[in-house]
C-alpha cells in the first residue's frame, strides 16, 4: 500500500505534473468546496525550490479563477432568484460590502469568508474584471506570504 503512494507523490512532485496539480487545487479550492491549496503550493515548492515563483504564480491564478468561477455563480443565483420571486432582491445585509465594491474582494484569500464572498460580489452585481484583478493581487499576496513562511518555520520539513 505504502509503494503506489509514495510513486503518485514522486509522480506529483515532478515539475510538469507539481504545477498542473497546483493549478487544479487552487482552482477547485476557490470554490466554495471546503479545500485548501497551500499544502499543495508549499510541497511542490520544498520538493522543487527552483519551482517557488511558478507554483505561486500557478497557484494565483488558478484560485483566482475559481473565484471568477463563484462569482458568476453568485451572479447566476441572484438572477435565479429574482426569476423565482417575480421581483429584484436587495440584501441589506451586505450593504458594507457594496459600499467598499469591487475593492472588496482584496479579501477573498481570507480563510472561511473569502470564497464566499467572491459568490456574494456576484450576487451583487459588482464589476467582474474588477473583482477578478482585486482576487488575483489578494491571493497572490496570500500564497508569497503563506510559502515563504512556510519555509521559514519548517525548512527541514520534506528534506531528502
Request: aromatic share 12%; glycine share 10%.
Amino acid at each position: 500500500m505504502e509503494a503506489w503512494l509514495t510513486h503518485l507523490l514522486d509522480l506529483l512532485a515532478l515539475p510538469q505534473f507539481g504545477l498542473s496539480t497546483v493549478f487544479v487545487v487552487s482552482f477547485v479550492s476557490a470554490t466554495l468546496l471546503p479545500l485548501g491549496s497551500e499544502p499543495a503550493v508549499f510541497g511542490l515548492v520544498k520538493l522543487n525550490p527552483e519551482l517557488f515563483w511558478p507554483a505561486i504564480a500557478v497557484a494565483t491564478v488558478g484560485n483566482t479563477l475559481g473565484g471568477g468561477v463563484s462569482w458568476w455563480m453568485g451572479l447566476g443565483a441572484h438572477k435565479a432568484v429574482d426569476r423565482a420571486r417575480g421581483a429584484p432582491t436587495d440584501v441589506r445585509a451586505l450593504a458594507w460590502l457594496r459600499r467598499f465594491g469591487a475593492k472588496a474582494c482584496l479579501l477573498s484569500w481570507l480563510p472561511v469568508v473569502g470564497d464566499p464572498l467572491c459568490a456574494v460580489a456576484g450576487w451583487l452585481k459588482l464589476p467582474f474584471w474588477p473583482c477578478l484583478a482585486y482576487m488575483a493581487v489578494g491571493k497572490f499576496l496570500r500564497y508569497a506570504v503563506m510559502t515563504t513562511a512556510l519555509l521559514s518555520l519548517w525548512p527541514g520539513l520534506l528534506a531528502h
